[in-house]
C-alpha cells in the first residue's frame, strides 16, 4: 500500500545499492529455486523508489536487459549473493560465533539468511546510507550498524575479534581508485590478522564495455547490442533532462569524428549505427568511464596480484560467479551465458586470508 511505502532520498554512487537489491529481489520472485531472499522482496516493497528512472544509467540499463524469459542480466550479477552465502556459511560452521563484517552493505540483507543464532554481524556502509538502513531496518539483536568510510581505520576497533573475522564486500571495492583499495587491504592485515574477506571482481581484461560485449557467447552478442540498444531507448524515454543533455556532451567530446546529425534518440541511434565496429568499440570505452562518473576503474588481473601487495594475504579461493548454481529451471541462452562466463573466469568472487 502506497502509505507504508518509505520515500528514499539518495544520491550519487550510494544509490548504486538499490541495484543489487533490486536483482536480488527479481531473482527471489522469479527465480526461487537460484536464490531466495525474503528480506529483499520485503524491502523492495517498502522503498518508495523508481528503480527503473535512476540517476545511475548504466544501471538503470543493465536492468532493462532481459534474456529470453525474462530474466534481467543485472540480477543475474546478484547471484554473487549466493557465493557469498556459501563463503559466511563454511566460515561460521567451523567459528559458530564469529565476527562477520558486511563492508558497503547497503541494503544487503546476508544476515538474515546465513544466521546461526550466535555470530555477531556487522553491516558497515557511509552514514547516509546507514540512516537509509536504519529506517527501513532496525538493527537487530546481534547485528551492529557502523555508519563509518571503509577508508576510516576506527571502525576495525569496533569489531569484535574474539571468534573470528570475516568479510564479505560486495560491488564496493570497484568504486575505489587503486590506492584506496591498498591503504583498505592494508589495514584488514594490520588489524584482523587471520582474517577473511570475499568480494567480486572482473578482472582487468574484462573491464572495459568493449571487452563487456565479449562476456557474450558470440552467437549471443547481436541480440545483446539490439538489447542495449533497445534499453537505451526506454531509458531516454524517461530520463531526466540532465542526463540526456550529460549523454549529448559526451557524444561531442567523444574522440571521433562523426557526430549525430541532432540531439533527439533518433539521431543518436542513426548515428551509432553507422559508426565502423572500431569506433563502437572505442566509444564504448569512453562511455564506460562516463556510467562510472569519472571514477578510476581499480581492477586487478586475478587474486594472486592481492598476494604481491602484501605477504600476510594469501589466496584462500577464486570462484566463478555462477559456479555451483542451478541452472535447470533456466532456459538454454542463459545457461550458456553462466558457462562461457565461467569458463573464461569473465567475472569471479575472490576469498583471501589477510
Ligand atoms: C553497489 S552498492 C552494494 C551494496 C551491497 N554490498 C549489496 O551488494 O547490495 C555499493 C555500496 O558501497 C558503499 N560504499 C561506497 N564507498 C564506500 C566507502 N568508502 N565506505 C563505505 N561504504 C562505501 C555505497 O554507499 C553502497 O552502499
Known amino acids: 500500500m502506497q502509505q507504508d511505502k518509505v520515500k528514499i532520498e539518495l544520491g550519487g554512487m550510494s544509490a548504486s545499492m538499490f541495484f543489487p537489491l533490486w536483482g536480488r529481489a527479481q531473482l527471489s520472485k522469479k527465480y526461487s529455486s537460484l536464490f531466495y531472499d525474503a528480506k529483499a522482496i520485503e524491502l523492495v516493497e517498502k522503498i518508495d523508489y523508481d528503480f527503473s528512472t535512476s540517476g545511475i544509467p548504466f544501471q538503470d540499463i543493465l536492468s532493462n536487459i532481459s534474456f529470453e524469459g525474462g530474466l534481467p542480466l543485472l540480477s543475474l550479477f546478484s547471484l554473487r549473493a549466493k557465493q557469498f552465502d556459501e563463503k559466511v556459511k563454511a566460515y561460521i560452521r567451523e567459528r559458530p560465533r564469529a565476527s562477520v563484517v558486511n563492508i558497503g552493505a547497503g541494503l544487503d540483507t546476508t544476515f538474515y539468511h546465513v544466521d546461526n543464532g550466535t555470530i555477531h554481524w556487522y553491516d558497515l556502509d557511509l552514514p547516509a546510507v546507514i540512516d537509509v538502513r536504519r529506517q527501513l531496518l532496525p538493527e537487530p539483536e546481534r547485528v551492529t550498524y557502523i555508519a563509518k568510510s571503509l577508508l576510516d581505520p576506527s571502525w576495525c576497533k569496533d569489531i569484535n575479534t574474539d571468534n573470528g573475522v570475516f568479510m564479505?564486500?560486495?560491488?564496493?571495492?570497484?568504486?575505489?581508485?587503486?590506492?584506496?583499495?591498498?591503504?583498505?587491504?592494508?589495514?584488514?592485515?594490520?588489524?584482523?590478522?587471520?582474517?577473511?574477506?570475499?568480494?567480486?571482481?572482473?578482472?582487468?581484461?574484462?573491464?572495459?564495455?568493449?571487452a563487456w560485449m565479449d562476456q557474450f557467447p558470440p552467437e549471443q552478442r547481436d541480440a545483446m547490442m539490439a538489447a542495449w540498444m533497445e534499453a537505451m531507448n526506454g531509458w531516454w524515454e524517461k530520463a531526466p533532462q540532465d542526463q540526456k543533455d550529460n549523454l549529448n556532451d559526451m557524444i561531442a567530446a567523444l574522440k571521433i569524428s562523426t557526430k549525430p546529425k541532432g540531439k533527439e534518440w533518433s539521431d543518436i541511434k542513426a548515428w551509432w549505427e553507422k559508426l565502423k565496429d572500431t569506433e563502437k568499440a572505442e566509444a564504448m570505452a569512453e562511455f564506460w568511464t562516463f556510467f562510472r562518473g569519472g571514477v578510476g576503474l581499480w581492477v586487478p588481473e586475478d587474486a594472486s596480484e592481492f598476494t604481491k601487495w602484501d605477504s600476510r594475504i594469501t589466496v584462500a579461493d577464486q570462484v566463478p560467479l555462477f559456479k555451483n548454481i542451478p541452472r535447470d529451471s533456466l532456459s538454454a541462452e542463459v545457461r550458456r551465458f553462466m558457462d562461457y562466463n565461467d569458463e573464461r573466469g569473465k567475472a569471479s568472487v575472490i576469498h583471501l586470508r589477510v
Not at 196 to 205: A, G, M, Q, T, Y
Request: aromatic residues 14%; glycine residues 10%; hydrophobic residues 45%.
Open 168 to 210: 564479505v564486500a560486495g560491488g564496493v571495492l570497484s568504486w575505489l581508485e587503486e590506492a584506496e583499495v591498498k591503504q583498505f587491504f592494508s589495514m584488514l592485515t594490520d588489524n584482523f590478522p587471520d582474517g577473511e574477506i570475499v568480494f567480486n571482481f572482473r578482472p582487468r581484461s574484462g573491464a572495459s564495455i568493449d
